[in-house]
């Protein structure tokens, strides 16, 4: 039996490889235009992407290298991702996976549209997974969503947070800080009126004086340290005396300009409403830009660095005329920066002046030495959007599912609550099969299709690879639905043994049960396999789960072998799939119309694991008399799991909890020993 599975599944899915990290070729075809592949700047593999004027324009990169968060099959997701420099993606496409879900379930392609939605998000925004299960609360305009993919979330939920972990790693070692967060934006109406003095008394306007003499001690002891002459003559004049004023804000922007400017700056501003205005008022030699300038593009004597980042910086092709009680300046000129880089005017960033010599009078040799002044805008004239601090993914996961949650424990607790305290009366009750079956409906319907709590041993052999191979164990967060389940079916096994989970808890047991129903309904001969098979066969199940632990850690074959379950087949993707998959999973089910719960018995690697994990149990809890067994072999022959001994005692290894031996046990007109004794008492 287990041959012939593991044959099918190898037949119809091929092992896949493990995915290492991109060679260079193959990554450069993976760039779209107008990006093309740069340098690799990490040995992880995070390349710098460049755009066709040669600047460099972001990085890209795989995740499972930097954040190999793993899934559901115990195997992280491989995503590449590309980044601007301003954090915003450009692309996130989906490389390798093991996703049970996904491999051969719901197929890939809805994976591969989750990742489209992340093109021109940006790594700073609060991005969150939208929830399958509800609308959620999707009230607050400060959060991003994302679709989730129905009977997959808990899968998209490990991707996503895989991008985000990589992609904030890459910012934080690569973009240094420039990039931490949505740039302020000026106050565009007035705030306070200003004048001059008040700039330079409030540090609106910062001074920036390089003198002849600061020129000299750069050059001095190089091929140009005399090729100043005016430099040695006046070493107090200055070189350079520049006053810069962020003129973004309404306030700053009136106190220097004139009317005219003023309205110029308000087109401008209204056009690229991202770019920030700022003025440059000087005096001395070196003047703001050379003789070849050309206007509307970059000063190539003044650069910008924010976070040790080159920043771009523009004229603004501006006529500047300042306002009255502004000093005059020989030099007056308004350049942009582009807060969509990255820019943030309220922290700290840099303007470096370059002053240059020439030694020579035919083709002279140029030598530059750079002076930096540190500038900051006050924050009370910007607004500042405040990153909503994002919520922990087990939090997120629990809230979208809070109302499911709810349902979940009140059934669980009022079922645990009827087998610790009123098994008895439960099984005695007149209609006890029809209680029994609505329970399975409810299991079947809303643990099973609504709420995908189908435990599995995917499950169990994903946790095996992260203890042995020191994985975290988070994945198991993504899912709380079915943690819960797992929590409670694990703690059951030492009072109950598997039974809990296995008679009352299974969807799949479930639907198996409802077909061995419908074969009695419709009158089919009900088979039962002889005694000395059944405790063969059921040796089978144990053989199943060896050889799944046995290649855990062979996930391009495990992958294929965990198909012995019919589980996803049946309950995840509700027989959407490929017919071969569903034709596997309803042999069970027509087989169950005939012999009672087959998969179930024999070959559920599932029900062997909990099978030996109710080794744990500590109390026999289905009471015995000792007259079970000899004489009476009532509860032994209507026993349709074959649990009981012929000594009538109870095998909780292969006990679903069905209760059928405790009515018998407890009913006076059923047990013989209760029926003999109350022959003796009445003949007395």
């Known amino acids: 039996m287990v041959a012939s599975v593991i044959l099918l599944a190898v037949s119809v899915t091929a092992a896949a490889a493990e995915t290492q990290t991109l060679d260079q070729e193959t990554l450069a075809g993976k760039i779209e235009p107008p990006f093309v592949l740069d340098e690799q700047i990490d040995p992880r593999g995070i390349w710098t992407i460049r755009d066709l004027s040669g600047d460099k324009a972001g990085f890209v990169f795989q995740t499972r290298p930097l954040a190999p968060l793993p899934g559901f099959s115990g195997e992280p997701i491989d995503v590449l991702v590309t980044l601007d420099r301003d954090g915003k993606f450009l692309n996130a496409e989906l490389l390798h996976h093991n996703e049970p879900i996904f491999v051969s379930g719901l197929g890939v392609a809805p994976f591969h549209e989750f990742m489209r939605q992340y093109r021109g998000l940006s790594i700073f925004d609060p991005l969150t997974v939208g929830i399958p299960y509800g609308a959620g609360d999707r009230d607050s305009s400060a959060n991003v969503y994302l679709d989730g993919v129905t009977k997959a979330t808990a899968s998209v939920r490990i991707a996503h947070e895989s991008i985000l972990a990589a992609s904030l790693g890459v910012v934080r070692e690569q973009m240094r800080g420039i990039a931490s967060g949505p740039a302020a934006t000026p106050i565009r109406e007035p705030v306070e009126n200003l004048t001059w003095d008040d700039l330079v008394e409030q540090g609106i306007a910062r001074r920036f004086l390089i003198t002849n003499a600061d020129t000299e001690a750069a050059f001095a002891g190089t091929l140009w340290e005399d090729d100043d002459p005016e430099a040695k003559d006046d070493p ?3 070189y350079l005396d520049l006053w810069i004023i962020d003129i973004g804000p309404d306030s700053v922007a009136a106190a220097v300009l004139d009317s005219e400017t003023m309205t110029a700056r308000n087109t401008l501003m209204a056009v690229s409403d991202y ?3 700022i003025l440059l008022l000087a005096n001395g030699r070196h003047g703001l830009v050379s003789e070849s300038f050309v206007r509307n593009t970059s000063p190539d004597l003044l650069f910008l660095h924010q976070g040790d980042l080159p920043l771009a910086l523009r004229d603004g092709d501006i006529e500047v005329e300042v306002a009255q009680g502004v000093p005059d300046f020989e030099h007056r000129m308004i350049v942009r920066t582009d807060r969509r880089m990255g820019f943030n005017p309220i922290s700290d960033w840099q303007l470096t002046a370059r002053a240059t010599r020439r030694h020579g009078a035919f083709m002279p040799e140029i030598g530059v030495r750079d002076f930096t002044s540190v500038q900051a805008a006050p924050a009370k004239f910007f607004r500042t959007v405040e990153r909503p601090k994002p919520r922990p ?8 599912r809070k109302t499911d949650l709810i349902i979940l424990g009140v059934f669980l607790a009022v079922l645990i609550a009827a087998m610790l305290f009123g098994m008895s009366r439960l099984a005695a009750m007149r209609y006890y099969t029809p ?12 643990i099973g299709w609504w709420g995908q709590g189908q435990l599995s041993i995917v499950t169990v052999i994903g946790t095996l690879r992260a203890a042995v191979e020191g994985g975290s164990f988070a994945f198991l967060l993504y899912d709380p639905f079915s943690l819960v389940i797992w ?5 059951s096994l030492f009072y109950w043994g598997r039974g809990l989970f296995c008679g009352w808890l299974c969807p799949f047991g479930a639907m198996q049960e409802f077909a061995h129903h419908i074969g009695k309904a419709l009158r089919l001969p009900q088979i039962r396999v002889p005694e000395r098979w059944d405790r063969r066969l059921k040796w089978i199940k144990y053989c199943a789960l060896a050889v799944l632990i046995g290649t855990a850690f062979w996930p391009a074959v495990n992958d294929t072998l965990v198909e012995v379950e019919p589980f996803k087949t049946s309950i995840t993707v509700g027989f959407n799939r490929e017919w071969i998959y569903v034709s596997y999973a309803a042999f069970w089910l027509l087989l169950g119309l005939v012999v009672f719960k087959s998969f179930c018995r024999y070959l559920c690697p599932l029900g062997a694991f909990l099978a030996l994990g109710g080794l744990l149990r500590r109390r026999d809890w289905i009471a015995r008399r000792a007259d079970c067994g000899s004489p009476c072999q009532l509860c032994k022959v209507r026993c349709k799991y074959g649990a009981i001994e012929p000594s009538g005692a109870v095998r909780y290894d292969e006990c679903f909890q069905c209760l059928d031996c405790v009515t018998i046990h407890d009913d006076k007109t059923q047990c ?13």
Not at 393 to 400: D, G, N, R
């Open 435 to 446: 209680l029994r079956l609505g329970t399975l409906a409810f299991v079947l319907g809303f």
């Open 393 to 400: 993914i087990w939090v997120e996961s629990i809230l979208a």
């Open 236 to 238: 107090d004049g200055a």
């Open 672 to 684: 013989v020993p209760l029926i003999l004794a109350a022959r003796r008492e009445a003949a007395s």
């Open 275 to 277: 770019d920030e205005p």
């Open 487 to 491: 929590a409670v079916v694990l703690a």
